[in-house]
């Protein structure tokens, strides 16, 4: 009778840490041709009701993760600018890490301008490292790998 309440008890708590580890920011990623040879990428996050998504310009490297996105080398890829951020920012003071931080809530998205040979629409290939806290915890660093596909 003990070994069904151990497992019991165990099962219990294996779906409580899992719960506890649901990731609060979903992602989204989409391109779109605007020229001949050039597309805007969009990587949206959607943020869940009480967390936040760390900007990707932050000062100081003893706060928070800040996110970024690493794209692979390809033959016949250019990156045009820098990635954008869209959406409604929050500068303030985050207790979590004593400091002064930018960061977004609800929902926001990353634009990046791509310029690609002329004819080719290959798929782009790219990684987000992001962190994401609520106002009393952090989830740990995240990388997210992903594909874009480019359409003639």
């Given at each position: 009778m003990k070994s069904a309440a151990f497992i019991g008890t165990?099962?219990?708590v294996s779906f409580s840490l899992r719960?506890?580890?649901a990731e609060p920011v979903q992602w989204t990623f989409a391109a779109?041709?605007?020229a001949s040879n050039e597309y805007k990428l969009t990587f949206t996050a959607s943020i869940d009701a009480g967390w936040y998504l760390y900007s990707q310009h932050l000062e100081g490297?003893?706060?928070p993760?800040?996110?970024s996105f690493t794209f692979d080398?390809?033959?016949g890829v250019q990156l045009n600018g820098e990635t954008e951020e869209v959406g409604h920012k929050e500068e303030i003071f985050d207790h979590n890490f004593n400091m002064l931080v930018a960061k977004y809530k609800g929902s926001m998205q990353f634009v990046q301008k791509v310029c690609v040979n002329?004819?080719?629409a290959p798929t782009i290939k790219a990684q987000v490292t992001y962190m994401t806290?609520?106002?009393s915890s952090c989830m740990p660093p995240r990388d997210v790998p992903f594909n874009v596909e480019l359409k003639k």
């Open positions: 165990l099962l219990f719960a506890q580890m779109e041709k605007i490297a003893h706060g993760v800040k996110t080398a390809q033959p002329e004819g080719e806290c609520n106002n």
